[in-house]
């Protein structure tokens, strides 16, 4: 998409939202505008849709998901530009902005990990080439060249606390400086050598659990919401004359002893937790998990919930070393659809069509979906159910055979050195099985089953002269 259509279309997307002053708040993942409104009777839906460039919109109450595809980003930075050179004005809100605590902290989880997803699948990226390097036997584990490409391709987890600050921080409305402080409390060397000592450490008196916050994931996200109101209290009664310097001491003189003593450790335990729960189900029924997330994944991914499991996959990944919830499941999916897609794109006579899931099939292949989903299989239905049950059987053989990720990235055919392990191929050899599972039954049941509507259609047009003679005779 060129500079010119980008803005076009950002432009023609904020006429039909309403206008800048009826957003309440913005922000895209990877494929997708994700925006609340502050009321949707301002909202022309029919004229969003109709927008060259727009895939799809999807409405969960006052919740807008505007489907753009790989050059979301172009669209969205044109829509800042525009909302920031408009002029303010007032918009009513809706009655219908109330939703469950639910429903809030899920979504509220989504928009925290939205903006770190591009940050940790090119990392992720980066260890499964290094895996892929080391399993040809082309790098040395022992040389410095592994070593210094192995501390790039983990910055981005050890960090992972100062992303989340980053990006918690612009979710609850505070500084995100000093978040971000607050982060790097928590991976402070010397809080790392306290540790390491394994001597018993008391701070005010009160003894401090030495929890490990590299890769963590809860503790970050409980800080900074606690800030936000520790920094909104402390700014109501600081003049302003000193406010500059006198709001970030309160703050981090009340937040760092909350942090190190209360927050960060309940909520590591808490992360804990949630990996620990997954690692007994894995133990007990690991077959249930991969075969209801691949069966469920469209689903997911057409609500944008898939970003809210993040959180507990990146759990798994801190304290286990791996990941069974999401990897496995979304690239057995994604490559369903591809092959539904591609069924579809073989077999259809319909030039339209054909010329949406050529390309589509292609996207979906390389770990995007959307434009094969909204584009295709979502549109003849049949497509999408044979998508489903792909990844579903493909669930199984990954249950059963104990299926993982040992590094986040993104669910396309380029991710697939994230299965190559210490244990040698086998995981990557029955993650490749699971994407032939896939593929074969999504990409048969969509071939058959159109077959199937092509002889009814066809011998509906052959029986309709008869048809038509019958009538004119009665």
Known sequence: MKLKQSNDLASMILEALGGSANIFSLSHCMTRLRLD???????????????DGVINVVLQQTKIQIVIGPKVQQVYDQLELLREQSAPSMVTPSHQRKTSLISRILDTISRIFTPV??????????KALLALLVAANLIDKTGQNYYVLNFIGDAAFYFMPILLAMSAAKQFKCNAYLAVVLAGILLHPHLIELKSAGEAVTFLGIPMVLATYSASVVPMILITWVMSFVEKTVKRYTPKSIEIFFVPMVVLLVMAPLALLAIGPLGTMAGDLLASLFKILDQKV????????????PLLVMTGMHYSLLPIQLAQYATLGYATLMGLPMFASNMAQAAATFAIYCQTKDR??????????LTAFMGITEPAMYGVTLRLRYPLVAAMIGGGCA????????VRTYVSATS???????????????????????????MTVSFSLTFFWTLKKQREEACVVSQSPSILKTSLEN
């Open 37 to 51: 409104v502050k009321n949707m009777d301002f909202v022309n839906v029919n004229q969003l849709k109709a927008l």
């Open 117 to 126: 997803i591009g940050a940790i699948a090119g990392a992720g990226m980066i």
């Open 395 to 402: 669930g199984i053989w990954a249950g059963l055979t104990n």
């Open 352 to 361: 339209s069509l054909k010329g949406i899931a050529g390309p589509s099939s």
């Open 286 to 297: 690991g077959w249930i998990l991969p075969i209801m997330m691949g069966m469920i994944c």
């Open 412 to 438: 396309g055919i380029l991710s697939l050195p994230v299965y190559i392990g210490e244990d040698g191929l086998s995981n990557l050899i029955n993650a490749i099985i699971c994407i032939i599972i896939s």
